[in-house]
């Protein structure tokens, strides 16, 4: 076996190994099917302890190179027609004027490819029913367990809404309210945000923002009864919303008993190891309505959000709106259950966060 590990190296010896195996796998040393030496024995082969080279060959479970077979050992899934490869990758962002849609949070695509595969194996004909109204099970009950993981966020399947991305969902909203609220947002805002709105005969006020969020003085005067916020690295100021700030957020909605709506993309790509509390999580009155989008956390072409009604909204929602076809594919929404499900969304989203942390 040619593997050496350099003891000396600042790279850990878990990363060379990978990298090592990882080369050997695209240029075809190890072809697709062919089995990796048992980790035992590329322990003794290269001096590392056993746990070390399991922690490599998960990594390389991770991204979809090869996967692991209970009481057999673990087996290249890769191959060049299926996936990018690690040279195609490093070329691409080479060439970032070519790819100027992409980024660092890009969903690996040997995951995705491998869970699409799957999706058509284990659905069958399934893929080809109409989605129910507000969203398949499988799906709306994959976000519920994630969200209650993630963002200490306990609900009910019956709460989530799908849809095909944030502004289809802010559409939705603006019809339940019956167009006769008024809605105050961010000052500055992603653009689309106001748009939306005033398209739907909305009427926006602008509430400037400060260091930690709205300023408190904007939020006294405003005589909106919904606000939305974008708490998480709002664009595009950047400016994210402190507790303090999310709490007086709360307290606006409750003693006007008017709405939030908690625009939370891209809030999971925090370099912080935990969560930013959800202001939803912090209403016990049932005053927020939660958006988030897999468009920037997997990638630009899912076209896929979810919204989170308060309980107390339910009835409203399905008067007026029920009638309403889900717009996201059944594939699709199965493809996401299943990353969710997995546990490979959550994984790739932490190695997100680490590599930003390490930028840092």
């Known amino acids: 076996m ?22 050997d796998i695209v240029q075809g040393v190890y072809t697709y099917g062919s089995k990796l030496p048992s980790k035992r024995l590329m322990s003794e082969e290269t001096g590392i302890s056993v746990i070390t080279v399991e922690h490599s060959y998960s990594i390389l479970c991770d991204e979809g190179y090869v996967e692991a077979r209970q009481r057999s050992g673990y087996f290249v899934i890769y191959r060049e027609s299926d996936f990018i490869s690690h040279n195609e ?39 080809l029913i109409k989605s129910p109204n507000q969203g398949c099970a499988e799906l709306r009950e994959a976000v519920c367990a994630y969200l209650a993981r993630s963002n ?3 609900i009910k399947s019956e709460q989530i809404i799908i849809g095909s991305g944030a502004e289809y969902l802010y559409s939705l909203i603006v019809q339940m309210f019956s167009n006769n609220k008024t809605f105050a947002i961010e000052n500055p805002s992603y653009e689309k945000i106001q748009k939306v709105y005033t398209s739907n005969g909305v009427f926006c006020e602008l509430l400037n923002l400060g260091a930690n969020g709205i300023k408190t003085s904007e939020l006294k005067k405003s005589t909106a ?5 974008t708490p998480f690295n709002s664009f595009p100021s950047g400016i ?19 709405y939030i709506i908690e625009d939370n993309y891209e809030s999971e790509l925090t370099v912080s190891k935990k969560n930013e509390d959800t202001v939803f999580s912090l209403s016990e009155n049932g005053n927020v309505i939660y958006l988030n989008t897999f468009s920037k956390t997997i990638a630009p072409s899912i076209r896929v959000g979810y919204m989170v009604l308060p ?14 076809s889900c717009t996201v ?19 790739h989203i932490n190695r997100v966060r680490r590599s930003r942390r390490k930028m840092k």
Do not use: C
Request: charged content about 25%.
């Open 329 to 347: 594919p059944v594939f699709e929404q199965y493809v996401l259950a299943e990353l969710l499900n997995s546990g490979n969304f959550e994984r």
């Open 311 to 324: 309980e107390n909204l339910l009835d409203l929602f399905k008067e007026k709106l029920g009638f309403y």
């Open 152 to 154: 200490n966020m306990h």
């Open 240 to 258: 994210t919303a402190n507790a303090s700030k999310r709490a007086e957020y709360v307290r606006w909605a409750e003693e006007r008993n008017g």
């Open 89 to 127: 990758v490093v070329t691409e962002k080479k060439q970032k004027a070519h790819h100027n849609n992409l980024s660092d949070s890009t969903f690996p695509h040997s995951v995705l490819a491998k869970t699409m595969r799957k999706v058509l194996i284990d659905y069958g004909d399934s893929i």
């Open 225 to 229: 009864s919904v606000l939305h916020i």
């Open 2 to 23: 040619k593997y050496n590990i350099n003891k000396d190296s600042s790279k850990s010896a878990y990363m060379q190994l990978y990298e090592l195996l990882r080369n």
